[in-house]
T-cell receptor
Framework: NAGVTQTPKFQVLKTGQSMTLQCAQDMNHEYMSWYRQDPGMGLRLIHYSVGAGITDQGEVPNGYNVSRSTTEDFPLRLLSAAPSQTSVYFC??????????????FGPGTRLLVL | GQQVMQIPQYQHVQEGEDFTTYCNSSTTLSNIQWYKQRPGGHPVFLIQLVKSGEVKKQKRLTFQFGEAKKNSSLHITATQTTDVGTYFCAAHRSNDYKLSFGAGTTVTVRA
């Protein structure tokens, strides 16, 4: 299994540009999430999905859109990039078992710089 | 805001010494998960605690979940250079998939 994969690894954008960060998992996990990581802030949840066709907002959703058309893929769209969106973005997937949330598996991350 | 508060933010440790990082919440938690992130890497799951008062050990790492399920700690004994990185606690509130992360404790080790 490849686990959780993310593309691209690095990206530089100009203010106002749009782009899509790709995330895929091959573990048949029902849950997928997007986080951003900024110094001193830990990981903050942007959007998450509990299954194909179902998405919901996390802690910091503004400026981002997501969709979940398949179990495997969970792309994150930046509609109009702003310097405040410079960050490291992590995608994660997980599952539940007997009512207990299990571990989150993280992708390698995408480092985004918005100029 | 963050559901879980983690202290200290930084921990500078002499090789061979012990240290502890703490995670606290004002609300009852469904569980506590601990992750380690090496510099330049991604978070990697270490352990999950679910039961009140639970204690789990992984070699030199000891994890505790408080009796009231509102706090947790990670204690590392005989710190080694391989322990360098940032340790995060994360928690679900009851019946809520959303996982809230603490700000992390970044550990550096002096040889």
């Amino acid at each position: 299994n490849a686990g959780v994969t993310q593309t691209p690894k690095f990206q530089v954008l100009k203010t106002g540009q749009s782009m899509t960060l790709q995330c895929a998992q091959d573990m048949n996990h029902e849950y997928m999430s997007w986080y951003r990581q900024d110094p001193g802030m830990g990981l903050r949840l942007i959007h998450y999905s509990v299954g194909a066709g179902i998405t919901d907002q996390g802690e910091v959703p503004n400026g981002y859109n997501v969709s979940r058309s398949t179990t495997e893929d969970f792309p994150l769209r930046l509609l109009s990039a702003a310097p405040s969106q410079t960050s490291v973005y992590f995608c994660a997937s997980s599952y539940s078992r007997a009512g207990v949330w299990e571990t989150q598996y993280f992708g390698p991350g995408t480092r985004l710089l918005v100029l | 805001g963050q559901q879980v508060m983690q202290i200290p933010q930084y921990q500078h440790v002499q090789e061979g010494e012990d240290f502890t990082t703490y995670c606290n919440s004002s609300t009852t938690l469904s569980n506590i998960q601990w992750y380690k992130q090496r510099p330049g890497g991604h978070p990697v799951f270490l352990i999950q605690l679910v039961k009140s008062g639970e204690v789990k050990k992984q070699k030199r790492l000891t994890f505790q979940f408080g009796e009231a399920k509102k706090n947790s700690s990670l204690h590392i004994t005989a710190t080694q250079t391989t322990d360098v990185g940032t340790y995060f606690c994360a928690a679900h509130r009851s019946n809520d998939y959303k996982l809230s992360f603490g700000a992390g404790t970044t550990v550096t080790v002096r040889a």
